[in-house]
């Protein structure tokens, strides 16, 4: 095939699991041949970066990752993820690279959203700290939910739940 890959992809799979794990053996075999000549190792082949990215986006738009605002920072991470392990992959171990980037992104998915929750947190107890006089709790009850408290209201807005807030303030569950 000579580097050339089928970028058909059906209705039901839109990744040839064959075809990717035929690239990953081949783009594999030139990271072998590079690391005993001493060379940099090759560059991923467009398919291959294309399966990252088809995967990714795929993953961004189920459920449990949809909601997101940083839905690209998500996949960008994971994309960066792939890439940077890529040369891990081992065929003798599975025939099966979707599943094995599809973890990898699930990963990188999962500490982007942990940041981007702790950055909310550090937000969210900066403006909670300055409003000495309640002002501030008072306006996003009256301007921008309709929540029981003041401090339910903050808490939406910044997208936080009470476990987010007791695990970022290093209070312990009981």
């Not at 000579?2 to 990717?20: L, P, Q």
């Not at 990898?104 to 947190?121: D, H, M, S, T, V």
Request: proline residues 3%; aromatic residues 16%; contains cysteine.
């Amino acid at each position: 095939m000579n580097g050339e890959y089928n970028f058909v992809m059906s209705k039901n799979h839109y990744i040839d699991n064959k075809e990717f794990l035929k690239a990953m053996e081949d783009w594999l075999d030139l990271v072998k041949e590079a690391e005993e000549s001493d060379d940099p190792r090759p560059p991923l082949t467009d398919y291959i970066a294309t399966c990252f990215m088809e995967i990714a986006d795929n993953l961004s738009r189920k459920g449990n990752f949809i909601k997101y605002p940083y839905r690209d920072e998500m996949i960008g991470d994971a994309i960066e993820n792939c890439i940077l392990y890529a040369h891990n992959f081992d065929p003798e171990k599975s025939k099966n690279p979707f599943s094995y980037f599809t973890q990898i992104i699930y990963f990188a998915f999962l500490r982007r959203i942990e940041k981007e929750k702790k950055q909310l947190y550090i937000k969210y107890k900066m403006a909670e700290e300055n409003d000495v006089d309640g002002t501030l709790y008072r306006w996003y009850k009256e301007n921008y939910f309709e929540k029981e408290s003041e401090k339910d209201a903050m808490k939406e807005h910044f997208q936080l739940n009470d476990t987010d807030l007791k695990k970022f303030s290093g209070k312990k569950k009981k």
